[in-house]
C-alpha cells in the first residue's frame, strides 16, 4: 500500500501529461482541459512530495 500511495503522485502527473496531449490532438473548443491539465501536474508534483517525504 505504502509503494501505491507513494507513486499516486506521478500517477496525477502522468493523467495530466495525457489529457493535455489529448487537448492537443484534438481541436481546442475551451481552456477546460488545460486548467484540468495544469491542477493535476501541480496538485500531483505537490502529492508526490508531500507524500515521500510523509512515508520515509
Same mark, same amino acid.
Given at each position: ?6 507513486? &499516486? +503522485?506521478? =500517477? *496525477?502527473? =502522468?493523467? +495530466?501529461?495525457? %489529457?493535455?496531449?489529448?487537448? !492537443? =490532438?484534438? !481541436? #481546442? &473548443? &475551451?481552456? !477546460? #482541459?488545460? !486548467?484540468? &491539465?495544469?491542477?493535476? *501536474?501541480?496538485?500531483?508534483? %505537490?502529492?508526490?512530495?508531500? *507524500? ?5
Amino acid at each position: 500500500m505504502n509503494q501505491f500511495l507513494k507513486y &499516486s +503522485g506521478i =500517477i *496525477l502527473v =502522468i493523467i +495530466g501529461v495525457i %489529457v493535455l496531449g489529448i487537448y !492537443t =490532438i484534438n !481541436t #481546442p &473548443s &475551451s481552456n !477546460t #482541459p488545460l !486548467t484540468l &491539465s495544469a491542477l493535476l *501536474l501541480i496538485g500531483g508534483l %505537490v502529492l508526490h512530495i508531500v *507524500l515521500n517525504r510523509i512515508i520515509e
